[in-house]
């Protein structure tokens, strides 16, 4: 699918949301958004983070996907998720919390300094606006597990799904209306199969 075309999934949740959800399922299995650099690009320009015409590398890729996994492994320890495509990575929650971290070091900001004898602010050394989109993903997501009550984010549980959500709504228990019918007609299904059986 070209990255220019790619109907990004579920485009009004928060942006470590969509981060997160850059891997989904449909009936042919689990599926991967971020498989290039100019994936990475696609995404970053679709969630509105400026690149300043900076292409990604293969090593900003790198780093997508580890800061993705790792967001996807909190979400899961976050929401109980225990399904293994839904976490989408392997390694334990403290390994999510320091690669979350680290992408976040990458965000410019300014040191101190001692120059002739005077405290003077001076840059940091400079981070490709990439890398810095990526830091502010970053960023974004330590304020999504920091500071949201428990049970805003969920895991939606309709059959063959892996994304996340936010509960935006007291009666919301899916990720769109389509897991919803899904869900709604698996239970239908059993039921039915149940009293067929009885």
Known sequence: ???????????????????????????????????????????????????????????????????????????????GDPRPAAASATGNVLDALAAVNAAARDLPSPQLTLRDGRLRPTARARVSPVRTGIAQVASSIIELFSSRPDGDLLACH???????????????????VACGNRARAARHY?????????
């Open 1 to 79: 699918m070209e990255s220019e075309a790619r109907d990004w999934v579920l485009p009004d949740e928060p942006t470590p949301v969509r981060l997160m959800n850059t891997v989904w399922a449909d009936a042919a299995g689990v599926h991967d958004h971020l498989e290039s650099p100019a994936d990475v690009d696609a995404w970053l320009d679709a969630v509105g983070l400026d690149r300043h015409g900076t292409p990604a590398t293969p090593g900003d890729l790198v780093t997508a996907r580890v800061l993705r996994d790792a967001a996807r492994r909190l979400a899961a320890h976050v929401t």
């Open 158 to 176: 309709a059959p063959g799904c892996v994304l996340y959500f936010v509960k935006t709504h007291p009666r919301r228990e899916w990720c769109s």
């Open 190 to 198: 059993e039921r039915v199969r149940s009293a067929t059986r009885s």
